[in-house]
């Protein structure tokens, strides 16, 4: 079965420290690849997507990530996180053939410290 | 904010019980799926109605269940109400039922089970 790995289940920065958070997959096939954003309080937001083509994707806010297809990952950074970014992030995958069917990480919380 | 919105926002029901949630799509938008997020988890895909029929599932049992009405709103219904149901419900849409499609979600429907 497809599965979605987030390792840091809560990260603590303060602010201007860099962010990166680590997203694998386990499916072997062509995927689309996304991060969504939930802050507190707030429904789930799309960050960025990775459908096809240049494998270092520019999302909103500031926040980018990096398909590595040999490493099966799909790493989230920021170069400076602001207090705002205190939210929870989700790693999502869809396979090329299911539709548009999400199939969701654990979460990683992070908290920005003023 | 999407133009996503679920009704009602929190519900409290018992054991053996039954619910139904509602979704109105954001316009324009014929392709509704569901999500379970249970507290502390990522969300888990339920289902996707494409067209008023269901058009992917996920591991959930038979008593969840839906509709999509004409005009693309949906319903999940859940029968036989379990304390392990207490979660997040999320409903989100999107264009059309295709991988490169992006889903916007809704805030969701808190239901807690007692």
Redesign the interface.
Known sequence: AQS?S?HNHHVILSEAASLELGCNYSYGGTV?LFW?VQYPG?????LL?Y?SGDPLVKGIKGFEAEFIKSKFSFNLRKPSVQWSDTAEY?C?V??????????????TRLMVKP | ??G?TQSPTHLIKTRGQQVTLRCSSQSGHN?V?W?QQAL??????IF?Y?REEE??R?NFPPRFSGLQFPNYSSELNVNALELDDSALY?C?S?VR???????F????TRLTVL
């Open positions: 979605v987030q689309n969504y707030q429904h789930l937001q799309l997507k459908f989700f999502a869809n396979r090329n053939n299911a539709g548009n069917m999400l199939t969701f990480g654990g979460g | 904010e999407t996503v392709t799926s999500y502390g988890q990522g969300p888990q895909f996707q494409y058009n992917g996920g999320l989100a999107s039922a295709s991988s490169d499609n992006e889903q979600f809704g805030p969701g």
